[in-house]
Each structure stands twice: as C-alpha cells, then as structure tokens.
C-alpha cells in the first residue's frame, strides 16, 4: 500500500493525491544556516512561552461560525487576546489587518480571542473599524486561562504543529518593516514542508458525502511520494471512497478514505 494525501475538490472525477512527506525529510528542508526561529521572534520582541503545545480551543464567533487552532493547523497562528475596551488593544488592531492582508491565504492566519463581550459588540467593533480577521468569544475566560493570560493585549505565534514559539505581552505594530520580513520568513520556510508541516492527528469527518464513487472509466489517482518520485494510479469503476476521518494539514482539510483494494491517508 503506498501512504498518500488525498484532497477531493468539489467531487470531481479527477482525484490528486499528494504525499505526506517524513518528518526526516521536513527536517532535512529547514534553513542551514542563518538566525534561529528563536533569534528571528527575539528580534521584533517576542519571547520564548512558559508552554509548548498551545491548547487547543473550538469558539464561536460574532458571526455564528466556529474557530478553533486544529482546524488552522498547517497554518502560521496570530493567536491574540483583547477587548474594544481594552486602549492598547484598539491600537494595534489596524496593523494586524496589514498583516493579515500582507499573508492572508499563504499558510497565515490570525485569530483574535475576544475577552467576554457579547458578539453584537464585537461584530459592530470589527465591521466598524474595517477588521476582517476572525475573532473568536471567549465569554467565560477559559481559553484566556489556558493560555494564563492575566492582561491585554498579549499574542502568541503558534507553529504549523499546534507549537507555542513565540509570544508578546503588551501591543506591537505588527506591520512594521522588520516584522513583515520575519513573518515572511517563517511563512516561507512553513511551506517549504509541504503536507509536512501540519498534523495528522483524526478529527471527526465533516463535510462530505458517506460514498464517493468512481463513475465512467474509472479515477486517475496522481501520487507523489517524495519531491523527486510521482506514482500513477487508477481506481476501477464502482470503486468506494468511504471517508473515516479527517486530519489537517498545509492549511486544508484533508481525509482518510479506503477503496475495496486499499486504506488510503488523504
């Protein structure tokens, strides 16, 4: 059986399969050479957390949807706690919206925990002020508790592993020069991983039919195993893609399925 990442894009007949590559060879892709991810976050004022696996949380937010890091992973993580309150807070808003626009969509993703506000204030603060981020509602304090937040703003950089590396307490322009380009190095060296970067670990299957099935002459299954190899594929007609779960991984939602032949990891 050959280990695969299946992604299915509006249920088309053409199925690409990509690889999950071996943390060895993610490892092996990192930057030789040049300042340290540490030295990087230390340079614009971002410090070691007390923690390393960043809790995960699932909030809803002022528009009804549900947020959560797991459903992020793969992605470069803002993670911010405020309120519209809060002075230092509403300072730095206006520059994590650059931010936000600078990386949007390339593997970055920021995620403003408000502090128990009712969603009606955060969405006319938000709208009000041209913010398109997410800002999930922590209306008890649980999440802030996790993260041990005991003021605003504070911020921490979560990895594409779920991994606290870096964190702010106090506002920071976050559009700054020298913020930017370490941002963009970071980004840049998360998707040079590939699949790599995100988690594999089964969340429950969401948002897709019980069968898939292979319609006309069959599914061209396109592999690639590694960065120098690609293997071609093909599942016959009547063949069954059952979903069982669902992992994260470079930003998207990716599933495990089985055909009547093999269990495949998509």
Request: aromatic share 8%.
């Amino acid at each position: 059986m050959i280990g695969t990442i299946v992604k299915f894009k509006e249920l088309s007949i053409t199925c690409l399969i990509f690889a999950a590559l071996a943390p060895a060879f993610a490892a092996g892709q990192q930057n030789k050479g040049g300042p340290s991810t540490d030295e990087l976050l230390k340079s614009i004022g971002l410090t070691k957390p007390a923690f390393a696996r960043a809790p995960d949380f699932n909030l809803r937010d002022g528009g009804g949807g549900m947020a959560s890091l797991s459903g992020n992973r793969g992605n470069l993580i803002l993670l911010n706690f405020w309120a519209t309150w809060c002075g230092p807070c509403r300072e730095e808003m206006p520059s994590m919206e650059q931010l936000s626009r600078s990386f949007g969509g390339q593997g970055f993703t920021i995620l403003a925990v408000n502090q128990r506000e009712s969603a009606t204030q955060v969405e006319r603060f938000m709208k009000t002020n041209g913010l398109n981020f997410r800002a999930p509602l922590d209306t008890d304090g649980r999440v802030s508790n996790s993260y041990r937040v005991y003021g605003i703003p504070v911020s921490y950089l979560i990895d594409t592993n779920g991994q606290a590396i870096g964190m702010k307490s106090g506002s920071r322009d976050w559009a700054a020069r020298e913020v930017v380009d370490v941002f963009r190095k970071l980004i840049s060296e998360s998707s040079s991983t590939g699949a790599a970067g995100g988690s594999m670990d089964l969340e429950p299957v969401t948002s897709l039919p019980k069968t898939l099935r292979a319609k006309g002459n069959g599914v061209l299954v396109h592999g690639q195993q590694d960065a120098l190899s690609e293997v071609i594929g093909k599942l016959d007609r009547g063949d069954d893609l059952i979903p069982l779960g669902k992992v994260s991984g470079a930003g998207e939602f990716w599933y495990m399925v089985k055909t009547r032949a093999a269990l495949l990891g998509g």
